[in-house]
């Protein structure tokens, strides 16, 4: 049993090479070349002898060099777009608070308060409750399915904050330009507000007349306060 074992074992490795040398046979003169030379890149001398070629160190680093330098360019594009991205996210955050607020007034019929939290860097929503029990008036803070308090992310804060009283063209000082006041005619504080992270600046205005909110990718200083397109609402 052994010998049958090693006799088939060493009859299917002659098979095997015999197979192997009438392919690379027929390669060479059907192509000219051998499947060898292929996959090494090798060329043969006039002897016969098969010489490998290959990369040099020096070759091999420069592309590692390349490479490096066009992921790190890669990286920085994406780290500035991702910034930029978290500063537009706070103004959206704005600009949906906003617009929150000035249908909740109008359908509840009471003020809304968009409060803007400058210390947390943060805003949220804020009406009047009536305390049946404490016979008093309350301040709630909205936190439903279409509005809740908002943190801006790491390294987004509120960098110019300017408002207007309703009944007044005067600037407030600065405790009362802490919040943004929605009526129920649908008015609402002149406002602008600049987020940014000290290079990305975006700019939410708020209209008195109209009560709506627009984004800008812009300083405040470029945005004139107060101002809307009545015929484009």
């Known amino acids: 049993m052994k010998t049958y074992i090693t006799t088939n074992f060493v009859y299917r490795i002659a098979y095997c090479v015999s197979r192997r040398s009438k392919c690379v046979t027929h390669a060479k003169k059907r192509y000219g070349f051998t499947p060898l030379e292929i996959v090494t890149g090798g060329k043969k001398s006039n002897s016969g002898a098969l010489f490998l070629t290959g990369f040099t160190i020096v070759e091999v680093l420069l592309v590692v060099v390349i490479i490096a330098l066009v992921a790190g360019l890669g ?8 910034k930029r991205m978290l500063v537009e996210k706070a103004a959206r955050d704005l600009v949906l608070t906003a617009k929150y607020a000035r249908i909740m007034a109008i359908e509840k019929q009471q003020p809304y308060e968009m409060r803007l939290d400058v210390a947390n860097n943060g805003v949220s929503l804020v009406t009047s409750q009536w305390d049946e029990q404490n016979e008093q008036v309350q301040q709630l803070v909205v936190q439903d399915l279409f509005c809740r308090p908002v943190e801006f992310a790491e390294g987004v804060m509120f960098e110019n904050i300017q408002i207007v009283p309703i009944d007044s063209e005067e600037m407030a000082d600065t405790e009362q330009q802490q919040a943004v006041v929605f009526s129920p005619k649908g008015t609402a504080q002149s406002a602008i507000v600049q987020v940014g992270d000290g290079r990305n600046h975006y700019t ?12 800008f990718y812009d300083t405040a200083e470029n945005v004139t306060i107060g101002t809307i397109d009545l015929e484009a609402e």
Do not use: D, H, N
């Open 204 to 215: 939410v205005s708020v209209s008195a007349a109209t009560g709506r909110a627009e984004m």
């Open 75 to 82: 990286g920085g594009l994406y780290a500035g777009t991702y």
